[in-house]
Structure formats: structure tokens, C-alpha cells
């Protein structure tokens, strides 16, 4: 089955060691996100790939990065992890930007990120 | 104010019941509407999506869209335990892929 794949499901972290988030595809989607949601939040989108364009939120801390390396994976990076870092990551794709109808957003399973 | 605003709940109906979900929203840009389901430790999935105005029935969900109010509603019938989870509306523009979510309702159906 075509899905979105996260790796690590849960992940531990210290303060301050970076910690990488992985994300992978098999629906050959043009567009993948990185969404933050904490407990009882709305997800909070950090940044977008559309294929090798990087798009990122205003207000997304410096401390997240991304890479897209090919088409079917991309990773999260948290440089120096702080105590609010602590949520789930969600990753999502959707097929292309360019409309609505093809905007459906599939998700991931999400990465619970503790940081002690 | 939140672009959306979406009651958390929990929601608790027994079995069979008929449950109704709802998000405001401020932002009248806002053309595509979405529902989301989410289970506990599981990512988001898509449930229902609506253009504009209207209603759209798929088995026992109904969602509606009332832009002129910027209310919409996800009416669930014949509640089973299986539909315990939370629901998150999201909308969007439609002229980009960024969607704003609502916090979710967390929804309970017991037995």
C-alpha cells in the first residue's frame, strides 16, 4: 500500500543534542511538510518541500531544519533540542500545490519527541 | 482571536447517537473545508472535504459549510465506538497548500 512512513515512532532526546526525524513516501507526491502538534494543539506547520523548493514558516525557530534529499524522503533536523521542543512531528504529502482538489494532505504516523 | 476556533471537548455519547462537531473561523478567504480524524498516537486522516457552501453526505458523515455564518459542522449518525477520536477541521484558501487546523474535539462514544 502507498502510505508515509516515520521513523523513529518514538524518539528520546537530551537538551541541546540534535536529534534527526525521518520521513519517507511511496505516493511519489511532489509535496512534503513538517508539522509540530502538541498535547491538545492544532498541528503547526514548520516548513514545505514542493520537489526541491524549500518553504519555510515565518516562525519556525532556526533551531529546525530540513532536508529533502530525493523525491520520497525528507528528514527533520532539531539542532539543539529544548524542553518545548517536546511534541509530535508529523510529516505529510499531498500530490501538488497547484489546486485544491489535489491538495489532500496524507499523514504520517508521527514521532513523539521527548527531550529530557 | 484563532483563525479557527474548535470546541476540545472530550465529547462523550453512548452508542447510536447522532454527534455534531464544530469550528468557526474569522478568515472569509477561507474556500475549502476538511475534516480530519485522529486516533490516539496516529497521524491525521483525511475524512471529508467541502468546496464552499453545502453539504456532503459519505455513509453515516454529513459535513456543512455555512461560509455566510463562517461556521461548519461534521454530523456523525449511528455513533460507534470506533469513531472515538479527535476531529480536526482544517481550511484553506485554495490557492496554496497551507492548511490551518482547529485544536480538534476529542470525540467519546461509549458503549
Known amino acids: 500500500d502507498a502510505m508515509v512512513i516515520q521513523n523513529p515512532r518514538y524518539q528520546v532526546t537530551q537538551f541541546g543534542k540534535p536529534v534527526t526525524l525521518s520521513c519517507s513516501q511511496t505516493l511519489n507526491h511532489n509535496v512534503m511538510y513538517w508539522y509540530q502538534q502538541k498535547s491538545s494543539q492544532a498541528p503547526k506547520l514548520l516548513f514545505h518541500y514542493y520537489d526541491k523548493d524549500f518553504n519555510n514558516e515565518a516562525d519556525t525557530p532556526d533551531n529546525f531544519q530540513s532536508r529533502r534529499p530525493n523525491t520520497s524522503f525528507c528528514f527533520l533536523d532539531i539542532r539543539s533540542p529544548g524542553l518545548g521542543d517536546a511534541a509530535m512531528y508529523l510529516c505529510?504529502?499531498?500530490?501538488?500545490?497547484?489546486?485544491?482538489?489535489?491538495?489532500?494532505?496524507?499523514f504520517g504516523p508521527g514521532t513523539r519527541l521527548t527531550v529530557l | 482571536q484563532k483563525e479557527v476556533e474548535q470546541d476540545p471537548g472530550p465529547l462523550s455519547v453512548p452508542e447510536g447517537a447522532i454527534v455534531s462537531l464544530n469550528c468557526t473561523y474569522s478568515n472569509s478567504a477561507f474556500q475549502y473545508f476538511m475534516w480530519y480524524r485522529q486516533y490516539s498516537r496516529k497521524g491525521p486522516e483525511l475524512l471529508m472535504y467541502?468546496?464552499?457552501?453545502g453539504n456532503k453526505e459519505d455513509g453515516r458523515f454529513t459535513a456543512q459549510v455555512d461560509k455566510s455564518s463562517k461556521y461548519i459542522s461534521l454530523f456523525i449518525r449511528d455513533s460507534q465506538p470506533s469513531d472515538s477520536a479527535t476531529y480536526l477541521c482544517?481550511?484553506?484558501?485554495?490557492?496554496?497548500?497551507?492548511?490551518?487546523f482547529g485544536t480538534g474535539t476529542r470525540l467519546q462514544v461509549t458503549l
Open positions: 467541502t468546496y464552499s457552501s
Open positions: 482544517a481550511m484553506t484558501p485554495g490557492t496554496a497548500s497551507k492548511l490551518t
Open positions: 505529510a504529502t499531498s500530490r501538488d500545490s497547484g489546486g485544491a482538489s489535489t491538495d489532500t494532505q496524507y
